[in-house]
């Protein structure tokens, strides 16, 4: 089974960037795709972005589109989140999640998660 762990969140200002990690390692890295989530307090965890196996598909909640950018280096067993343009609404703990399944919206498709990373936006 992968083992993941997050890096790279912190505080920053509001329209800083920020440049989340997330290693990968266990089960064949470069045969899932992968997601990161969020969840901020008293919220239920949303989706925020996905990438498929090879790094050749994307997808990103609405709320996102044009500031994150997913990534992943196979080689090194990495996916990436880059965060532009941050908000106040953006402050949450970050999850990256390995998925078995095809529907990468859902929390559900994915089987395995990291322990989340804290990024706080101030304004």
């Known amino acids: 089974q992968v083992q993941l762990v997050e890096s790279g969140g912190g505080l920053v200002q509001a329209g800083d960037s920020l440049r989340l990690s997330c290693a990968a390692s266990?089960?064949?890295?470069?045969?899932?795709?992968m997601g990161w989530f969020r969840q901020a307090p008293g919220k239920e965890r949303e989706f925020v972005a996905a990438?498929?196996?090879?790094?050749?598909?994307?997808y990103y909640a609405d709320f996102v589109k044009g500031r994150f950018i997913i990534s992943r280096d196979n080689a090194k067993n990495t996916v990436f989140l880059q965060m532009n343009s941050l908000k106040p609404e953006d402050t949450a703990v970050y999850y990256c999640?390995?998925?078995?399944?095809?529907?990468?919206?859902?929390?559900?498709?994915?089987?395995?998660w990291g322990q989340g990373t804290q990024v706080t936006v101030s304004s």
């Open positions: 990438i498929n196996p090879t790094g050749g598909k994307t």
């Open positions: 266990g089960r064949t890295f470069s045969s899932s795709a």
């Open positions: 999640a390995a998925a078995l399944g095809a529907y990468l919206y859902a929390p559900r498709t994915y089987d395995t």
